[in-house]
């Protein structure tokens, strides 16, 4: 039984030498009405062992009809997130303030994004050099409102053109 578990361990850690550290286990989860979180993401990061640090892991997509106030928040027991960000093509938009206090990214254009996380792995358990942490967490996403401003100055805009329209025909 242990030279078969030897084995299996053995094995295995040729496979880690030969294809590199494990790749980043990630999903786009089922929200369970959770503080009003539409879009949830759960799984783990790893790194090595000496550094303990990760940048730009994927770990979802998130589609906005409209542009769009996203705000959320992430459980992390054994990680410590240093950024959340969302990217589409070459653009990134960062998460406004502290992590501790939630993630907050405000009037995000309409498009698909990918999420992505940088950070340390504080603790959790470690295997072939690796050390591993989880995540659980997710955003809200809130179409984002004129404010009454907007409205003033589409109005404006509209009396204006209906002046000008107006005075072209006296002419």
Request: include cysteine; hydrophobic fraction near 45%.
């Amino acid at each position: 039984m242990k030279f078969a578990l030897k084995r299996t361990l053995a094995a295995a850690g040729t496979a880690v030498l030969i294809a590199g550290p494990p790749a980043a286990q990630a999903a786009d989860a089922t929200c369970f009405d959770v503080a009003g979180l539409s879009n949830c993401y759960v799984g783990a990061v790893n790194a090595p062992v000496q550094q303990r640090q990760f940048a730009d892991w994927s770990i979802g997509s998130l589609t906005l009809d409209a542009v769009s106030d996203v705000v959320g928040f992430f459980l992390t027991p054994k990680l410590k997130l240093t950024e959340v960000s969302l990217w589409s093509g070459g653009t990134e938009a960062a998460a406004d303030g502290k992590l501790s206090d939630g993630i907050s990214f405000d009037d995000v254009a309409a498009g698909d994004y990918v999420v992505k996380i940088d950070g340390r792995v504080k603790g959790g358990p470690q295997l072939f050099g690796q050390a591993f942490g989880y995540y659980a967490g997710g955003f809200a996403v809130t179409p984002a409102i004129p404010e009454p401003q907007t409205y003033a100055l589409m109005l404006a805009g509209l009396l204006a053109v209906g002046y000008v329209v107006r005075r072209r025909r006296l002419s």
